[in-house]
């Protein structure tokens, strides 16, 4: 079992951006594939981005180009830069350890002028 832990929300104007970070409370080294995923009011979670232990990130389709997921697994951190957001990115954002249940809290994340 992996603890994550969240930060790096809060509100921010249209075409700013956020650096999401997600701490993990053991090594990550083992852990193949984190994710970030997002959920909307009124929606389900859905994929954000997902990066692999030596592969190459994969990222939902309405990311086009603005995210991009990192992981330092001498750090135990898996962080997400969001650039150029937009209103409808507006979600609280979760770190997901992929395959093992493990979750965390989440961080919220606006976007408003």
């Known amino acids: 079992q992996v603890q994550l832990v969240e930060s790096g929300g809060g509100l921010v104007q249209p075409g700013g951006s956020l650096r999401l970070s997600c701490k993990a409370s053991?090594?990550?080294?083992?852990?193949?594939?984190m994710a970030w995923y997002r959920q909307a009011p009124g929606k389900q979670r859905e994929l954000v981005a997902t990066?692999?232990?030596?592969?190459?990130?994969n990222y939902g389709s309405f990311v086009k180009g603005r995210f991009t997921i990192s992981r330092d697994n001498r750090k135990m951190t898996i962080d997400l830069q969001m650039n150029s957001l937009e209103p409808e990115d507006t979600a609280v954002y979760y770190c997901?350890?992929?395959?093992?249940?493990?979750w965390g809290r989440g961080t919220q994340v606006t976007v408003s002028s």
């Open positions: 997901n350890a992929v395959g093992t249940g493990d």
């Open positions: 053991r090594s990550i080294f083992s852990i193949s594939a």
């Open positions: 990066i692999i232990a030596g592969g190459k990130p």
